[in-house]
């Protein structure tokens, strides 16, 4: 008995799904059956699918963007699931469903790939919002557009800044969510770093807030946190060593900006003289 003879059959069919969860290094794995679930993976060690309340909507095939996204559905109280209701990180998270039938335990197939996009509260249930992989090929690109801004990204390929050459190391002494205390910052006019860039080990936050000493991330660094709590300790003197991080100042997009702060004119994506009023028609442009 294999899977695509159950598959055929119109009685026999006893599905079930495996929900495969990848972040960078981290994998997470559920399945909808009652109880916890083995397969073999590829190097012949033992994989462990943990049962979870989830369930899924229907696989839809569509030209349709919007209509090709799938919704899951937890309990309210499932720790993996609410950590998405706040920021999401930087690494994308796929989602991986396997489709199986309980006769062929060790048979299954791909039925569906994507990556979360969200999730909300709806009574006592989380709706996790998921995007189909092949979304990412039928969304239309990224256009230069003719605009009074940069239209590059910080430190990206049209900038061509490098942001080895701009990070500066200071010493951490406070974190408090997403706001992070750094002595050297305060050398620096407010709002110097917004915009930029905070380095701690691998992990990286963009700063939208910068006043005196205390930068403001788009979402906390839990590794920062632990680090500043539980320092490290100098082996000879018995003190504990400094908590470092680096930070890269951050740029508003203006033509005035990348001359003053960076000295980058040369390499500027904006407009800045488009006029405000067509001289043709008489509308208004921007």
Request: with cysteine.
């Amino acid at each position: 008995m294999t899977y695509a003879s159950i598959e055929s059959s119109t009685a026999e069919g006893r599905p079930y799904f495996l929900y495969q969860f990848v972040e960078g290094d981290q994998v997470w794995r559920f399945t909808s059956r009652a109880t916890a679930w083995t397969s073999a993976g590829s190097g012949g060690e033992t994989i462990i699918w943990e049962p979870a309340a989830v369930a899924h909507g229907d696989v839809v095939q569509t030209s349709e963007i919007e209509r090709g996204r799938l919704e899951l559905t937890w309990p309210l109280s499932h720790p993996f699931a609410r950590r998405f209701l706040g920021p999401l990180g930087n690494t994308p998270v796929t989602l991986t469903i396997f489709r199986g039938h309980e006769q062929v335990p060790g048979e299954t197939v791909a039925h569906w790939k994507g990556r979360v996009m969200g999730a909300e509260v709806e009574g006592q249930r989380i709706i996790l919002q998921a995007e189909s992989i092949f979304s990412t090929l039928r969304r239309a690109g990224v256009r230069a557009k003719y605009q009074r801004l940069c239209r590059h990204a910080h430190y990206g390929r049209g900038c061509t800044l490098d942001i080895a050459l701009h990070w500066r190391a200071g010493t951490v002494t406070a974190v408090a969510g997403v706001l992070v205390t750094i002595s050297e910052a305060a050398e620096y006019p407010d709002g110097w770093f917004r915009a930029g860039v905070l380095r701690f080990g691998p992990e990286l936050g963009f700063i939208t807030g910068h006043a005196g000493a205390v930068v403001m991330l788009s979402r906390p660094i839990p590794e920062l946190a632990v680090a500043l709590a539980a320092p490290e300790i100098d082996p000879e003197t018995g003190d504990p060593l400094p908590v470092l991080a680096n930070i890269a100042p951050g740029c508003d997009l203006r033509a005035s900006t990348c001359v003053n702060k960076f000295g980058n004119l040369p390499n500027f994506g904006g407009f800045p003289e488009i006029p405000g009023r067509n001289p043709l028609g008489g509308g208004s442009i921007v």
